[in-house]
């Protein structure tokens, strides 16, 4: 049964009940209705808080448990009944606050395209969009969201995609401009070539993460169990004296009723979600409210050098064959049309080069990906193996001091290709801002050579820079970081860092041009190629928590002073009830301003 019908049904006891009691004048049905709803309810919040004890936690559970019983004993039985509806109405308002919170990560499910205005023989033929093939050409009319990926072909216009990236800024498009499904055209027509099915493509990967938070809520750690011991301690000394000195057992019953910790239970998971729904208007997707709390602790992080710390593009250098029978523009042929279907950033650098070369590239068949090394495949009838060193079968020790592929043709080397790397511009920034964010111990993980890693990493604030990493050394370094630096982030774009995503604490994937494979992996998506989002992930995270800790701070707070004045009698039990529901607006309240930007 969910919260909210739980809410009506007490709800309709109630309105049975006050008939009951002021209309038939049958008090005694009232009581026993009131009775059985409040034994239910105890029944259920028992069970729950046995579980939780069973599982070594200890919540606040038992005050909402004893408030109803202790006011049943002592024949305040409206009390408790506004105590239930309280608890329940409490419940219902949590998961209206928490679809309100992440009515942005919604949306993107609202606004799926679901049809494709495919261009066949010169006619317009309209398509379920998971019916759109790599290579069709498709039509995207003005003001209409951009189906899947692809390549415009002809037309100009701009397109908004700040659903994606959080950009608010409008981005000019025309002949051969990669679009994002997901993304809404402007004012004029736009025909492309499909890159992308609708299953790969980088709007329903979006969505498949946004359904994976929603299949997997958050385990929000209850804040206020953190408080559970001596806020239940407190409330039972309180009413026990009150008892005491009074000599009238009702005097506990109001000390409880006023102790409910129903706003203590809503704080933390309210904000923690308000907190999501910020850092989705950010271009930032995290999956879930235990990420935020880890991203909030976090003592240090990892960065891939390629693609994160580096430019999310690099420039061809050299292309050096080792058959004089082999000429460069061949070897950049068999090379980059191996790599065609990679997400890479070696290999998109290696197709923006053929590209500029106006180079055609080859048919590829039999691809296969060996994770951490390269690729194989079979390109004009002979096997290509793109990738390290000792993976394209290069018997050499001198190798060059910058980022590089190596060839082989049919098992035997063939040359290799140097590429230009820089430091993204936002990097130095993002890193020094991390320290400032209590960060401290910042590393770099990387497959190159020291000397290439070295000189990448000069001028910027880390503290060790780890170059030759294989997937399993990444997972290795992670797993084996002191305690006092965990939590750890892992950040990454390619496949090979899938692994190491998985494997931190927190990981954080660049998706704007990362495999699917490592988004899955990670725990939050940056969605716009920007390394800084990183930094604002961790603020937004250190924000919400702070607001969720003052806002389970204040309802404790406000709870001990309304205790000690019902312990003087002043309070009676109905009313004390009653100001529970203001307790709970200001708790919520408090947390929402997690979703305001500061």
Known sequence: MTNFKKFMLALIIGVIALISQFVFAAGTVAFWLILLAGGLTTISMLIGMIKSIRSGKYGVDILAITAIVATLAVGEYWASLIVLIMLTGGDSLEDYASRQASRELRSLLDNSPHTAHKISDQQTIDLQVEAVQIGDIVLVKPGETV?????????????????????????????????????????????????????????????????????????????????????????????????????????????????????LILAAPVALVAGMSRSSRKGIVVKNGTTIEKLAKAKSAAFDKTGTITAGSLLVDQIKSSDSTLSPDRLLILAASAEQDSSHILARSLLTDAKNKKIHLLPVTNLAEVTGQGIKAEVAGQQIAVGKAAFAQNPATDLPDQTAVYVSIDCKYAGSITFKDTVRPEAKATLARLKELGLSKLIMLTGDQQPVADKIAAGLALDEVHAQCLPEDKISLINNMPKQYKPIIMVGDGVNDAPALAAADVGIAMGAHGSTAASESADAVILKDDLSRVAEAVDISQDTMRIARQSVLIGIGICVFLMLVASTGVIPALFGAALQEVVDSVSILSSLRARRDH
Not at 173 to 192: I, P, R, T, Y
Not at 222 to 242: K, S
């Open 147 to 263: 189906p899947v990926d692809g390549m415009v072909i002809s037309g100009e216009s701009t397109v908004d995609e700040s659903s994606l990236t959080g950009e608010s800024r409008a981005v000019a498009k025309d002949a051969d401009d990669m679009l994002m499904s997901g993304s809404v055209n402007g004012d004029g027509a736009l025909q492309f070539r499909v890159t992308k099915i609708a299953a790969d493509s980088q709007y329903q990967r979006l969505v498949r993460l946004v359904k994976e938070s929603e299949a997997k809520p958050a385990h929000f750690v209850r804040l206020a169990d953190h408080y559970a011991v001596p806020f239940t301690l407190i409330a039972y000394l309180i009413g026990g004296i009150a008892w005491f000195l009074a000599k009238d057992p009702v005097r506990f019953a109001e000390v409880l009723v006023v102790a409910s910790p129903c706003p």
